[in-house]
Nanobody
Framework: QVQLVESGGGLVQAGGSLRLSCAASGRTSDLYTRAWFRQAPGKEREFVARITWSSPNIYTADAVKGRFTISRDIPKNTVYLQMNSLKPEDTAVYYC???????????????WGQGTQVTVSS
């Protein structure tokens, strides 16, 4: 089993920045793809960004491209989401996800964290 724990969410003004972290524990050697999704109130969960673990291949959603950056720290087994130039429409619960196979923007990742709230005020 794999456990994912997100941290770093909070309240920020529009134009500000936050960095989310997702620490993995358990059978992490099986993980190939790590990703971030988000879900705003009343909306479906949507893809934000993904990274492959060994030789990083990164894919970012158009809605956040140029503002959000996904990265990884191998020794810490942690994935980050650096969020800059935040907008009120970025307000959502942000979820970390992981899967043993190559995944892109589909929602069928095997492992999920509990989520961390990000609120951007105008």
């Amino acid at each position: 089993q794999v456990q994912l724990v997100e941290s770093g969410g909070g309240l920020v003004q529009a134009g500000g920045s936050l960095r989310l972290s997702c620490a993995a524990s358990g059978r992490t050697s099986d993980l190939y793809t790590r990703a971030w999704f988000r879900q705003a109130p009343g909306k479906e969960r949507e893809f934000v960004a993904r990274i492959t673990w060994s030789s990083p291949n990164i894919y970012t959603a158009d809605a956040v491209k140029g503002r959000f950056t996904i990265s990884r720290d191998i020794p810490k087994n942690t994935v980050y989401l650096q969020m800059n130039s935040l907008k009120p429409e970025d307000t959502a619960v942000y979820y970390c996800a992981a899967d043993p196979s190559s995944k892109w923007d589909s929602i069928d990742y095997r492992y999920w964290g509990q989520g961390t709230q990000v609120t951007v005020s105008s």
